[in-house]
């Protein structure tokens, strides 16, 4: 458990400088042929869209119910919100992804300000989760919620300027009056919402259980809490039971072979997808029932993870076979293409994970917990470059107490 979440913050540290990079020729360019270890985040983020993201709580209707909506604090200038102004235009078309992004000079980086071995804040909002249980003594779901509105919306503890379309659209929902049990935005609303930060956390939760079929149902009841999404329900199926077994000791070949063949990979290959993405001029302009069929449509065979690590080069699968976009049909088995690919290998796969690009942070925690409770030592050099090491081993070590204790739910 402890290699498992140790695994988790690295993935992130070690991916958050190239998060958002669609262009492999742009991750070589940037960082000297390719991420070797902790990076800063480079300026300017050559295909960065975070400049101009909408924020529009309801401001009149949040004060009148006593709740804050700020959320965004020191990094509101980058964003299109309801009570802020935004200086940077959008001119100009990146052609990776078919958004519009500023001027080059103005394309700040999603995580612009952190430094080498710094954790997002998709990282740090599993913090608050481990805090939330190791004060309570078991998950609370409540102590949670409070936990995490007050973290957003204290000045001063997000050093990350990227605040993804889940929070920003959950607490539009908690600034009009929704209970907070209610606040998520559905997939089906918002495809984005379906993503690989769905599923994080409530893997993190399962650990606080001896069954995958118990954890399971946790795991789905807590996505739902920032997440409604069928696709990350369908993820959580496969890896609920796959970190379960890891965490109990058995082979790790084994398992990843037989939980992958529970998956299905999707039927439009990552190059047709963000061909689609940039002919629309950018996944917002396709309609939503098109957008749906895109994300759904599902191969009928078995998928054979170690078949397609011997057959085909990472190029060929990266970007052009599996999206690296935040979607978890892709994700998911491009993480796992990744994990067998480097022979369980912790460093070697979460690297390799880093220089893919794309939604790189999150697979990267998913794939540091797989390959972290696969039972390997953990590379020194990378524990002790993470900024927050100290007060990570505090809380790592008091929430795995809090499990082996039993009873945490």
């Known amino acids: 458990m402890r290699n498992a979440l140790w695994g988790l913050f690295i993935g992130d540290a070690l991916a958050m400088p190239a998060h958002w990079f669609y262009s492999l020729k742009n991750v070589r360019q940037y960082f000297d042929g390719g991420i070797r270890g902790y990076e800063p985040p480079p300026h300017p983020h050559p295909e960065s869209f975070m400049v101009g993201m909408t924020y529009h709580p309801d401001i009149e209707t949040a004060n009148r119910l006593g709740r804050c909506y700020d959320i965004l604090h020191a990094h509101a200038r980058f964003y299109d919100t309801s009570y802020s102004d935004l200086a940077i235009g959008s001119l100009e078309r990146e052609s990776e992804h078919g958004n519009r992004v500023p001027r080059l000079e103005d394309r700040f980086h999603y995580h612009d300000g952190l ?7 998709g990282a740090h909002l599993v913090r608050v989760l481990l805090r939330s249980v190791i004060r309570a003594g078991r998950y609370d779901p409540q102590d949670f919620l409070e936990a995490f509105v007050k973290y957003l919306t204290t000045p001063g503890e997000n050093r990350d300027p990227y605040t993804e379309i889940y929070l920003r659209r959950w607490f539009e929902n908690y600034s009009r009056g929704l209970p907070p049990h209610a606040c998520a935005e559905l997939q089906r609303n918002i495809w984005s919402i379906g993503s690989h930060g769905a599923l994080v956390r409530p893997l993190v939760l399962t650990m606080l259980v001896e069954s995958a079929y118990q954890g399971l149902g946790f795991a789905v009841e807590h996505q739902c809490l920032t997440h409604r999404s069928e696709n990350a329900a369908s993820s959580l199926g496969i890896l609920v039971p796959l970190l379960n077994s890891l965490v109990k000791g058995i082979d790790p070949v084994e398992v990843i072979s037989v939980y992958a063949r529970s998956l ?24 939503k029932a098109e957008m749906w069929q895109l994300h759904v449509r599902l191969n009928d065979a078995p998928y054979e993870v170690f078949q397609l690590a011997r057959q085909h080069a990472e190029p060929e699968v990266v970007r052009h076979l599996l999206a690296t976009a935040c979607y978890p049909e892709h994700g998911l088995p491009l993480l796992l293409y990744l994990i067998v690919k ?34 390997y030592d953990l590379p020194d ?4 470059g993470l900024i927050d090491r100290k007060e990570l081993k505090i809380e790592i070590d008091a929430f795995v107490d809090v499990a082996l204790r039993g009873n945490a739910f």
């Open 115 to 121: 430094k080498a071995g710094e954790n997002t804040l």
């Open 264 to 287: 299905r990979t999707p039927q439009i290959t990552g190059e047709e997808l963000f061909t689609a993405y940039r002919e629309h001029g950018g996944p917002g302009n396709i309609p």
């Open 342 to 375: 480097h022979n369980l290998g912790i460093e070697a796969s979460l690297l390799a994970n880093a220089n893919a690009g794309g939604d790189n942070v999150h697979r990267g925690m998913i794939m540091g917990l797989i390959t972290g409770a696969s039972g």
């Open 381 to 384: 050099h990378l524990v002790e």
